[in-house]
Structures are given as C-alpha cells and as structure tokens.
C-alpha cells in the first residue's frame, strides 16, 4: 500500500522570517538559500504578503514586487509559490477599499504567485467574499482559512465554532480550491486540532485539500501536526533552521522524523539534502541579530496568545525603542485584553491591536488609553467579533476614539473613504511627481507614509545585523578598583563585576539627545519613547490648549503629542524622525 502523501510547505521565507527576524531582513542575502532549497527538493514556498510585504518598505527599503519577481524566477515556473493574505486588508493592517483588494490579486497575479492563503482575524465570513473573488478572478488559487487559538477562558474557540464558520463559508459559496486551518498562536491542543480537521473532513468533498499551520510557540506543533494528519489532513506548514522552532514552524528534519515508520510521505525529502540547505540558510543568515526569544518555547503562550510571528517584531520595535524591559509585563495583560475584546483570533492585525493595547494598560495604566485599533475593533469598524465586547470596554472606546459602535460592513467603510480610493492616491503620486503605476498605488495604500518615502528614494535601512549592533568603544584611564554593573541584555539584567586590566575600555552608550536644563513646566514633553513622526507646529506659533502638535510613533502606534496650555512656542528641540526618550522636550513655551 503505498504511503499517503503530505504536502509541505516551506514556510522559512515568509513567516520564518517573520517570526524570528520580525521580517527584517534583505532578500538578496537570502538568495543562495531558495536555491538550495530547490537543490533539496523544495517545490511549495511561502515567499511573500503578511507582514513581510510592509517589512521591505519599513525596514528593509526594497520593494516587495522586485523581489518576489526574483523568486519566481530562482525557483522556476513549476513551484507553488504561497503569499498570506488578510482577507479585506490585504497585506496592510486597515481594510483596503474594494479597488485596492482587487489591486493585489491583480499584482500578486502579476509578480509570480501560484497561491493566496486568505483569512480574516475575526472569522467573519462577509470580510473573506469580496477578496476570494478577486484572487480566484485573477487566475490564483484561494486557499480559505479559519484562525484558530486556545485560551484557558475559551468562550469561542473550539470545533463547534470552527463548523459553524465553515458551514457560512460553505452557505455563501467562497470559492477556494483548499482549506487552511491557521493557528498562528499555537496554542491548540492537539485534541482540537484532531477533532476540527476530523468535522472538516467529513463536512467537505472527499478531493478537498486540507491543511494545518501552526507555531512551536507552546511546544505542541509536532504533536498538533501528527493530530491533524491522523484526523485527514493534505498538508502541513514546515520551515528549516535557522528559521525553525521556536516562533516559527516545527523543522521539516524533525517532522521526518516525527513520522519514521508511519504510512505517510512527506514528499521524498532526502535527510542530508535538507541538511545541506540547512547549512547555506544558517551561512547567508550569518550576520543577522536572531533574538534569543525567537528559539525558545514559552509554556504561559496559551495563557496569553501571542502569535509567533507577532512576538518578536513586537521584542525588535521594543528594542527600537528601549522598551524591552516592558514586554513581560505586557504579556500578562495578554488574556484579558482578548477576553474584554471580544475573543477574536490572535493573529495580524488583530495581534497587534491586543498587544498595543496591552502595552498601553501598562504604560499608561489600566484602560487608560484605549489604542485606536483595538478600540474600533470593539466598536464594529473591522467585522463582527465571535463574541460581543465587554460593555465596558465599548463605552471607553466610545469615549475615547469619540466614535459610534457600526454594524456597517468592513469593506463599505473602506469604500465610503476617499483616502481610500484610487483617485485619491493617484493624485498624491502626481503631487510627488511620482509614477501612477499599479505598483505605486498599491504601495501608497499599504504602506502610507513609510510607502511614500521608499518612492521618494527617502527610506532607511533598519536592518538588525551584528555588526551594526557592536558599539564605539574609547580607552580610559586605569583604575585599580573593579567596578559593578547591571547589564539590560534582551530584556534580562545581569549583576557584572568588570575588573581592571592593562586595556581597559568602557563603551559609550548611544542615547537620544536629551535637554537637561529645561524648565518643564514650560515644556511640552513626549509621553512615550519612540520616533518623531510629524512635527506639525513652527517655533513662535501660537497654539490653543489640546491642539496637535507632533505625533509620535511607537510600537505600530501613533500618538498624539497636544498642547498642555495656550501660549507661543519658542523652541522647537526636534525633527521628524528623531528618536526621543518618555517625557523628554520636545517644545518650549515663551
């Protein structure tokens, strides 16, 4: 009898990249590692959209387009190539209006994908209709998703809910040519797994493709993958070292083993050649920064779901900003701000609208601040959540966002927004003097200002490799007497005794420029560590009280930095793009 066939897909340069290097990363030194994995075999990659597409024009200040053209062109024409989708927001993180999400199947289609793995955070099946179409008009395969988690409270997640989803997908006919259950958090247990693609199994047509994508975040992949092919699952997601474990996908070496003497077949993978691509992956990643959280599993994830691929953009922007020593701390808040907000699928963007609002119940106190995503979450501007907000919550988020709760769809917000139009977008491109090209358009939709500037040749690197990571060092005079620190590494102090030797060094430690003899009672201070966003007043300009006057950035947030008092201001001490430490100067009153 021969053995059952399991497709793989190669997840290591998508959501491997994702979720150890947060996505930072440039594609032309990752280049001899697609072509070892051709080398070994590899024929179905994941290779682009999710958070990666924004990611090059953020961070790594190269276009998406040119290098997923490079891809197709490695790998050759007979390989699946697989892009994430969020259904109605495409590969942003605010709902496209409907000629935008036609742009991206349109331009996907282009650019070389085979396939668009498509899901929304909320399950709601109306924010998956109108993108299915498209991605199926312009000649891709749809693979449909339902986004799964656990949660010790779980009021929504289990295999009840998961058949009443797919039964909707079903009733409103979306097509799709497979079906992909996505638990980016990890934190399914393998019961449910076995028992969701079981249901699913039986409620579709026997040729219907059925996959599983899970993380090592809990440290129950593996068991999760065995559940969902015992229960009648096609394929599974898999990735290769130094991309593998951890946050990311179980590796595909430890998943062939993990089925030795079983009666299925992973492909015809030979060991040692997955051990060669292994090994150009890990040299062509040589330089990179791999953050320790990245290759560990966490035991409290389905206590507080945290996608992996969340996890460390969130530790690398808290890098950014010198907030690491907040993440714990902002994890705890994890499990509620899910239970208070409705019990949608921790995964992009809804991820980071629970991580961000978690941030801010630490940073600014308990509900104090509601973040701007998590609050039209609850107020209905993304979709229907599995389950009503707490009443709570919603009246703060009315309050504070000074919106009404919405029962309008998603997408017919989107449309009724002229900022969302393509018109409106050409006519920025054209102030620019900018090409009104397909490509531009779309990337002024998704990425806005951070678009803009890639477009305009005004984009930085922000790149975390090693070398740039190593500090100036001067020498100082020699002291006799040891000295004692207490070193911030990764989020993690240490006690250090440095003892005098003949080369004695110190490093100089980079900070944000910082006045110090500042009256701040005249002062308008930051509220948060971050970038200088905008800076939208002049120095002797008269300012009312409450009025807008710079916007920061921080943790995929911006906020509003407003006049403490009328008056003039005098001084101006930043520009756009500084970095800024809390409460530090950013203006002077006369």
Not at 9 to 30: E, H, I, N, P, W
Not at 80 to 89: D, E, I, K, S
Not at 104 to 114: D, I, Q, R, T
């Amino acid at each position: 009898m021969a053995k059952k066939f399991i497709d793989v897909m190669d997840t290591s340069f998508r959501d491997g990249f994702q979720s150890v290097l947060g996505a930072r990363v440039l594609s032309k030194d990752y280049e001899s590692a697609i072509k070892a994995a051709k080398q070994a075999g590899i024929t179905h990659f994941e290779m682009g959209g999710g958070a990666l597409f924004q990611s090059m024009y953020f961070y790594a200040n190269e276009d998406a387009f040119s290098a997923m053209r490079r891809f197709r062109q490695i790998v050759g024409d007979e390989a699946n190539l697989q892009t994430l989708a969020r259904g109605v927001n495409t590969v942003s993180l605010e709902t496209g209006s409907k000629e935008i999400i036609q742009l991206h199947a349109k331009l996907f289609a282009k650019y070389g994908v085979s396939t668009i793995r498509n899901f929304d955070a909320l399950n709601d099946v109306e924010n998956l209709k109108y993108s299915a179409e498209q991605i199926t008009n312009y000649g891709l395969k749809h693979e449909v998703t339902i986004t799964m988690m656990h949660l010790n409270s779980n009021k929504a997640h289990d295999c009840a809910f998961y058949e009443k989803i797919l039964k909707q997908i079903l009733k409103e006919q979306i097509p799709f040519t497979s079906i992909c259950f996505k638990d980016a958090t990890g934190t399914s247990s393998p019961q449910k797994v076995y028992e969701t693609i079981k249901m699913a199994r039986k409620l579709l047509p026997s040729d219907t493709h059925i996959r599983l994508h899970t993380h090592e975040s809990a440290g129950v992949s593996v068991a999760c993958y065995l559940a969902a092919i015992k229960a009648g699952a096609d394929g599974i997601d898999l990735a290769v070292a130094p991309f593998s474990g951890g946050t990311s996908q179980p590796d595909i070496l430890t998943m062939m083993h993990a089925l030795k003497g079983e009666n299925y077949n992973l492909g015809d993978f030979e060991e040692e050649k997955i051990r060669k691509y292994e090994e150009v992956f890990k040299e062509c990643m040589k330089e990179y920064f791999m953050p320790p959280e990245a290759s560990r599993v966490n035991a409290l994830i389905p206590f507080c779901p945290m996608p992996g691929g969340a996890l460390t953009t969130n530790t690398q922007m808290m890098r950014d900003n010198n907030l690491l020593d907040k993440f714990e701390q902002t994890i705890e808040q994890m499990q509620e701000v899910v239970e208070l907000g409705g019990y949608a699928t921790s995964v992009t963007p809804v991820s980071q609208f629970y991580f961000q609002q978690a941030f801010n119940n630490v940073l600014f106190g308990k509900w104090e601040k509601i973040a701007e995503g998590y609050g039209k979450m609850v107020l209905g501007y993304y979709g229907k959540t599995p389950i009503k907000a707490d009443k709570k919550i919603i009246q703060l988020a009315k309050e504070q966002l000074k919106l009404e709760e919405t029962t309008k769809s998603a997408l017919s917000i989107a449309d009724a927004d002229e900022t969302k139009s393509i018109k409106y977008l050409k006519s920025i491109l054209k102030k620019e003097n900018l090409s009104t090209s397909d490509e531009n358009i779309f990337i002024l939709a998704t990425c806005k200002e951070k678009g803009l500037a890639f477009l305009k040749n005004e984009a930085k690197q922000n790149i975390r490799k090693i070398s740039s990571n190593i500090q100036t060092i001067s020498p100082t005079k020699q002291n006799d007497t040891p000295s004692f620190y207490v070193v911030n590494v990764n989020g993690n102090k240490y006690n250090v005794e440095v003892c005098p030797c003949t080369n004695d060094y110190k490093i100089q430690e980079q900070k944000p420029t910082q006045n110090t003899n500042i009256n701040k009672d005249k002062a308008v201070l930051s509220s948060i560590p971050g970038n200088v966003f905008k800076v939208l007043k002049k120095e002797n300009e008269t300012v009312k009280k409450d009025e807008v006057l710079f916007i920061l950035e921080a943790m995929k947030m911006q906020i509003q930095v407003q006049a403490p008092c009328d008056g003039v201001l005098l001084k101006i001490f930043v520009k756009e793009g500084d970095v800024v430490e809390n409460e530090q100067a950013l203006a002077l009153y006369k």
